[in-house]
């Protein structure tokens, strides 16, 4: 199976969805030519692109902006209530760079509505019409919806890690995982994995969609761990055979898991599932066969997983940890193309993190343990 491939197999679902949506809502409004969704992130206070349906205009895709920096749609975030512009031209200041490129994507009207979850807001809807006065009374209606619809099927894709990660939490608490794999390298890594993804989008053509799916579930990748004894996790010197073949029943151990916690929330089916079980099954996976626990090679490891294993190395090298010392970028960069050239890791993953080393930087000041 290529990586394309295995794309396909996780297919773009929430975009598909939108998509039909978009269809839908063309037949009693023909000059809606886009329907897009920013997806936001409280943590950072970003407002990203992720999912859109785009009939004219050039699509904005891998774009993002701190919500604080937009007044406007800051307001209709803070106010719950739906924004409706008759005349982008005449309301919108010229000078603001996003109202800019909506008229030069030739829209002329549109109407902004901010979803929340549990009464937490997670990202705006934008319905853009190619001509003024669109949006009556009757359509807004309609908008409204669909953008409920949108609302829930978001709600449920983030509901499964969410579940996993809340699940998993409770346990690490009660059994005191051991005290490096904090939650800074889990930050971090993460956050290496966005960048990697980011940076092969256009060679893969990966949507915002699977980029943020992936930046999900990445920090799920050693959920296993709560099931090996602490003996084990935190012994000091070499584990023995037996102890190593412990250690490494994490990777099914963590499948396990979160096949559990899928099925009962009824998710086992949703194409996001099938994300996470790859990341938590195939980390530790080489391309040349040489890694656990199926001795997978070449394309048989999905992409996913491949850029969450080259993140999380490249983490573990770069942090310090009880038996050493923090590895320095460009000592951490050289083992990683030692590995790459043993055939173990995905190049084009490496090449990926190492053209971006002043977000390293950026991310490593930011998220230390
Ligand atoms: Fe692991
Ligand atoms: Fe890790």
């Avoid at 990586?3 to 039909?20: D, F, K």
């Avoid at 996003?98 to 990202?123: A, C, D, K, M």
């Avoid at 949108?150 to 005191?176: G, K, P, Q, W, Y």
């Avoid at 990966?206 to 761990?225: F, M, N, W």
């Amino acid at each position: 199976m290529t990586v394309a491939n295995s794309l396909a197999s996780l297919g773009n679902n929430l975009t598909q969805r939108l998509h039909s949506l978009h269809q839908r809502a063309l037949s009693v409004a023909p000059a809606l030519s886009r329907v897009a969704f920013a997806l936001y992130d409280n943590k950072t206070d970003l407002l990203k692109t992720y999912i859109h349906s785009t009939h004219q205009g050039h699509a904005l895709t891998h774009y993002q902006f701190k919500l604080s920096d937009s007044p406007s749609l800051s307001k209709i975030a803070e106010s719950a209530e739906p924004r409706l512009i008759e005349n982008i031209q005449e309301t919108l200041s010229n000078k603001a760079t996003h109202s800019q490129w909506l008229l030069e994507q030739g829209y002329r009207s549109s109407y902004t509505v901010p979803l929340y979850n549990r009464g937490e807001f997670i990202g705006v809807l934008f319905f853009d019409a190619d001509q003024c006065d669109v949006f009556d009374l009757q359509l807004q209606k309609e908008l409204l919806l669909i953008s409920n619809l949108i609302a829930m099927a978001l709600a449920l894709e983030f509901d499964a890690i969410r579940s996993i990660t809340a699940s998993t939490e409770v346990a690490n608490e009660f059994i005191h995982l051991r005290d490096f794999e904090t939650g800074a390298h889990l930050e971090r890594m993460a956050l290496y994995t966005q960048l990697i993804a980011n940076q092969l989008a256009e060679k893969y053509q990966l949507t915002d969609e699977y980029i943020e799916r992936v930046y999900r579930a990445a920090p799920l990748h050693d959920i296993g761990k709560i099931g090996i004894p602490d003996s084990i996790l935190l012994k000091p010197g070499k584990l023995d055979q037996q102890e190593w073949q412990n250690m490494q029943s994490h990777v099914e151990k963590g499948e396990h898991i979160a096949e559990r916690i899928l099925h009962s929330l009824c998710l086992n089916d949703c194409i996001n599932s099938k994300l996470i079980i790859n990341v938590i099954g195939q980390h530790h996976e080489f391309l040349d066969g040489s890694g656990y626990p199926r001795q997978l090679s070449g394309d048989e490891i999905s992409l996913e997983a491949r850029m969450v294993t080259v993140a999380d190395i490249f983490d573990a090298l770069t942090s310090s940890r009880p038996y050493k010392h923090a590895w320095s970028l460009q000592d951490a960069f050289d083992e990683l193309y030692r590995m790459v050239e043993l055939g173990k890791i995905d190049i084009n993953c490496v090449d990926a993190l190492a053209a971006q080393q002043q977000q390293i930087l950026s991310i490593i000041k930011q998220h230390q343990d």
